[in-house]
């Protein structure tokens, strides 16, 4: 896997793949049916956030055939207590390949030391444990369970809530 970041030249594949109602059936924030336009308006929010220093995002792509698989964030950055919100997707045909503990590595990494945060967390409803399976296999602790945290088409969901600090990522990394 390839990481690069974000750019509004990523707007046409966002647009396409977050369109899938596979991909808003287990995404906290994205609808169903997925609003022309809204990608671009989800590119332009995030560089906004870059250069305010409250955001870092970045694309996933194959190494050896360049091409959209999905995006890795670091969103919500707190300085003050040195910590941020995790947030991922992969297009449907790329679930269940390794690709998103393989991007997740070096995010972490990223994190923990260019950033020098402390903590990052991640949410994920219950009934898409997938992503669950990827936060506990890359070292972060689920904390908790946010009941109904979230109206997904009309429904309450719950929410798992998973963290990892530094002083735990230093461990396994070493």
């Given at each position: 896997?390839?990481?690069?970041?974000?750019?509004?030249?990523?707007?046409?594949?966002?647009?396409?793949?977050?369109?899938?109602?596979?991909?808003?059936?287990?995404?906290?924030?994205?609808?169903?049916?997925?609003?022309?336009?809204?990608?671009?308006?989800?590119?332009?929010?995030?560089?906004?956030?870059?250069?305010?220093?409250?955001?870092?995002?970045?694309?996933?792509?194959?190494?050896?055939?360049?091409?959209?698989?999905?995006?890795?964030?670091?969103?919500?950055?707190?300085?003050?207590?040195?910590?941020?919100?995790?947030?991922?997707?992969?297009?449907?045909?790329?679930?269940?390949?390794?690709?998103?503990?393989?991007?997740?590595?070096?995010?972490?990494?990223?994190?923990f030391e260019d950033l020098a945060l402390?903590?990052?967390?991640?949410y994920h409803m219950v009934r898409n444990?997938?992503?669950?399976r990827v936060l506990q296999k890359n070292?972060?602790?689920?904390?908790?369970?946010?009941?109904?945290?979230?109206?997904?088409?009309?429904?309450?969901?719950?929410?798992?809530?998973?963290?990892?600090?530094?002083?735990?990522?230093?461990?396994?990394?070493?």
């Amino acid at each position: 896997m390839n990481l690069r970041s974000l750019t509004q030249a990523d707007i046409p594949s966002i647009q396409r793949c977050a369109s899938v109602r596979a991909i808003a059936d287990t995404m906290i924030s994205i609808p169903h049916p997925y609003p022309e336009g809204e990608a671009e308006r989800y590119v332009l929010r995030r560089l906004a956030e870059f250069e305010a220093g409250l955001s870092v995002s970045f694309i996933i792509e194959r190494k050896f055939e360049p091409a959209f698989c999905g995006a890795i964030e670091i969103r919500d950055i707190e300085s003050e207590h040195s910590q941020a919100e995790l947030s991922f997707w992969l297009a449907v045909e790329m679930w269940g390949k390794g690709y998103m503990s393989e991007a997740l590595q070096p995010i972490l990494r990223f994190g923990f030391e260019d950033l020098a945060l402390n903590r990052l967390y991640a949410y994920h409803m219950v009934r898409n444990p997938g992503s669950g399976r990827v936060l506990q296999k890359n070292g972060f602790v689920q904390e908790g369970v946010l009941r109904q945290r979230v109206r997904k088409w009309g429904m309450f969901e719950d929410v798992k809530l998973w963290a990892i600090v530094h002083s735990d990522w230093q461990e396994a990394a070493a």
